[in-house]
């Protein structure tokens, strides 16, 4: 969802346009990303440091809280679905090699 909110903002269109969805799940699409993207840009920006390395290391450490990607872990409140889907992909292409 935080690559869709990026990519939305980049090319100033819809998240929805980006996925080439229309009609009421566009709508709902496009509020999820709104509302994801607004709260970590805002967490983002909360973060303060003497120097700019410190301020990297914050912003590294809320997109870590917030985008964690390994599913077994519960400390991350958002994971990205296209992780999600390439690690889905590997598990699908490794029973398919057992099977034959």
Known sequence: MWLLWSQAKT???APS???????Y??????????????FITNELDK???KTEQ???????RVLDKYLD???TKTKGKFADPAKLMEQQ????EAAKSLEL
């Not at 799940?25 to 607004?38: F, M, Q, R, W």
């Not at 992909?89 to 699908?92: F, G, I, P, V, W």
């Open 11 to 13: 090319w100033q269109v």
């Open 47 to 49: 973060v303060k440091g």
């Open 25 to 38: 799940p566009a709508y709902c699409l496009n509020e999820a990303v709104y509302c994801v993207g607004t």
């Open 69 to 71: 990607s390994d599913p």
């Open 54 to 60: 410190q301020v990297q290391r914050g912003r590294q």
């Open 17 to 23: 346009t980006l996925l080439e969805l229309k009609g």
């Open 89 to 92: 992909r590997l598990l699908d």
